[in-house]
């Protein structure tokens, strides 16, 4: 297996995030920033725009900005990421800025795991009746009452944008409010090079991120017990009161086409969790945490697909990379 070795401390994973800025950015500030990783944490204060705060260490850094190991993947944007060996194993345009579409919900989840209690009642708002065409919901309902876990299910089983806008004003008021927890977040990961307007992703020209910022977002998420779980779930059932107080059981089914089915992960590797997402502007996106038989754990990114058959088969050129 060939791969970029990461470089994993704390400076160069956040010299990676900020150095690089979506337009503009040369192949040479980018190694003149990584001219800069032998410098320590300590050299950095919070004032500069390379410190975040509680910043996980072991984290993949790409060594540098050019395309590695693209074949058999068409996509605008797209990484794996070994976390164990430490390496990119295949890496295109990953700090380029795209649309990510629902993949959005991972750090809605995320936050609302931090800020609250699975045991907690949500009211869903009059907002969440999202009349957008082509929306994903979870066929929730204004005045509807559920538990946040099941909120959260609905959330990211069915990729619910309903259920999203529940989330976002039990937690921040409205999605004004929701979005600054979110950029408060994503800044603290290390995830500088991204922008979030609202908590589902629906498009807005203001509402962006990277391939490697969402893989920071993700792999900051995938530590939380809870959200390994949710993630990694092909259908759910929720009990939910409505406003007049009648109950009804809601089944959700997974949008991942891999737990459905309909597309097959390569020999030795497991699924372990992830986020559909997709709009016009987004095309079809894609973020997923792997096991392969050797033990080994994987994260895997994919922006920007022109299809569901090209992300999918992008995916699993993607992952067959990690047993080559």
């Known amino acids: 297996m060939s791969g970029v070795k990461c470089k994993c401390f704390l400076a160069a994973a956040a010299l990676a995030a900020v150095s690089l800025t979506v337009s503009g950015c040369t192949e040479k500030s980018f190694k003149n920033a990584y001219d800069m990783n032998t410098m320590h944490l300590a050299d950095f204060d919070a004032g500069s725009p390379f410190y975040a705060e509680g910043f996980a260490s072991g984290l993949c850094v790409p060594g540098n900005y050019e395309k590695l190991n693209t074949d058999g993947v068409d996509a605008e944007a797209f990484a794996l990421f ?3 060996d430490g390496e990119v194993i295949s890496q295109q345009n990953i700090y380029e800025r795209v649309y990510p579409a629902s993949t959005t919900k991972i750090l809605t989840c995320l936050i609302a795991l931090e800020m609250g209690d699975l045991t907690d009642t949500v009211t869903v708002p009059d907002s969440a009746a999202i009349k957008v065409s082509g929306s994903s919901m979870a066929n929730l309902k204004p005045g509807d009452k559920l538990s946040l876990s099941d909120l959260l299910y609905g959330l990211m089983v069915p990729s619910g944008n309903d259920a999203a806008e529940a989330i976002a004003v039990h937690f921040g008021g409205s999605d004004e409010g929701f979005a600054e927890l979110m950029n408060e977040k994503a800044r603290s990961l290390g995830a500088t090079q991204s922008h979030f307007t609202n908590p589902h992703g629906l498009p807005d020209p203001n509402h962006y991120t990277t391939a490697y910022d969402m893989y920071l977002i993700f792999n900051a998420a995938m530590q939380n017990p809870s959200f390994r779980e949710i993630a990694s779930k092909r259908s759910h059932e929720a009990r939910v009161t409505d406003a007049s107080g009648d109950t009804r059981t809601v ?41 392969a038989d050797d033990g080994k754990n994987y994260i895997s990114v994919v922006y920007k697909a022109g299809s569901y058959q090209k992300l999918y088969d992008g995916m699993t050129a993607l992952l067959a990379k990690s047993r080559n």
Do not use: F
């Open 82 to 84: 070994s976390l164990n």
């Open 251 to 291: 089944r959700w089914d997974s949008s991942n086409q891999y737990l459905t089915g309909n597309y097959t992960l390569p020999s030795g590797i497991s699924y372990t969790g992830g986020k559909t997402g997709h709009t016009a502007d987004a095309g079809y996106c894609l973020v997923m945490a792997e096991t």
